[in-house]
């Protein structure tokens, strides 16, 4: 359950695919591909993707990967 679940849902962010393309700095096709491969939750309105802002972080941070030095 991630804590967009646990939130109230006036209170959730929903942010577009375009925008959560420039946050992660990525393409959105890679933000489309994300969704579609179900590894970030978004809802369907119409045609377009909306993505809980909380689930982008949440991705970003599960997706950290840390450089070990020697």
């Known amino acids: ?3 967009a679940d646990q939130r109230p849902l006036n209170e959730v962010v929903f942010l577009t695919v375009a ?3 420039t946050v992660m700095r990525v ?7 994300l969704v579609h491969s179900g590894h970030l ?6 045609r377009s993707f909306r993505v809980p802002e ?13 450089v070990e030095t020697a």
């Open 1 to 3: 359950m991630t804590a």
């Open 19 to 21: 925008e959560v393309a």
């Open 27 to 33: 393409s959105k096709m890679t933000v489309y591909r």
């Open 41 to 46: 939750p978004a809802i369907r309105v119409g």
């Open 54 to 66: 909380q689930a982008v972080h949440e991705y970003l941070r599960d997706s950290y990967v840390g």
